[in-house]
């Protein structure tokens, strides 16, 4: 089935820089969303650009999307110790199937 | 307080054993989800929900059983069929299947003693 990739598997940079992950997906899609598990919990959902979108802002989260190179990329901004955790990225089906896929997540650590 | 919640937190099970994972949501969401993490890796689909009384197979659904006889509610039976049950499980809901936001439980630790 589709899945998204994630890279870098994982991540560490120092407090205040700013962070990087990139998924790749293999068909085509409706929307693709991004979100994030802090260590032994639950799945947050971070943020969703939609397949006509380019780029989409919230707070320090930019988030690019290129349907032709079936890419997205998630930058966080002025990184801080809370944003430690690990980010997945989940895209649908255009195809019709009714559930999303998410890829392997990129582990980020924020080093005070 | 509109949630997702999930019980136990941690659940140990003998081998041969089945055991029933609980997921109830407040949010009036239609669809429901559950899927299997192992340590370090991604979520894989075991069963979907998009109406009471009606569901799907995931990726992974062997020795995974589901029910949906509540919107509110929808139980993961994992059956001493599975073979390697132990990780960790989450559930999450959402307004409409497929591309809609998954809002996601506090999730099951399940070990297989």
């Known amino acids: 089935s589709q899945q998204g990739e994630e890279d870098p598997q994982a991540l560490s940079i120092q407090e205040g820089e700013n962070a990087t992950m990139n998924c790749s997906y293999k068909t085509s899609i409706n929307n693709l969303q991004w979100y994030r598990q802090n260590s032994g919990r639950g799945l947050v959902h971070l943020i969703l650009i939609r397949s006509n979108e380019r780029e989409k802002h919230s707070g320090r989260l930019r988030v690019t999307l290129d349907t032709s190179k079936k890419s997205s990329s998630l930058l966080i901004t002025a990184s801080r110790a809370a944003d430690t955790a690990s980010y997945f990225c989940a895209t649908d089906d255009a195809m019709g199937a009714q559930k999303l896929v998410f890829g392997q997540g990129t582990r980020l650590t924020i080093n005070p | 307080d509109g949630g997702i919640t999930q019980s136990p937190k941690y659940l140990f099970r003998k081998e041969g054993q089945n055991v029933t994972l609980s997921c109830e949501q407040n949010l009036n969401h239609d669809a429901m989800y559950w899927y299997r993490q192992d340590p370090g890796q991604g979520l894989r689909l075991i069963y979907y929900?998009?109406?009471?009384?009606?569901?799907q197979k995931g990726d992974i659904a062997e020795g995974y059983s589901v029910s949906r006889e509540k919107k509110e509610s929808f139980p993961l039976t994992v059956t001493s069929a599975q073979k390697n049950p132990t990780a960790f499980y989450l559930c999450?809901?959402?307004?409409?299947?497929?591309?809609?936001?998954?809002?996601f439980g506090p999730g099951t630790r399940l070990t297989v003693l």
């Open positions: 929900s998009q109406i009471v009384n009606d569901f």
């Open positions: 999450a809901s959402s307004r409409l299947t497929g591309t809609d936001t998954q809002y």
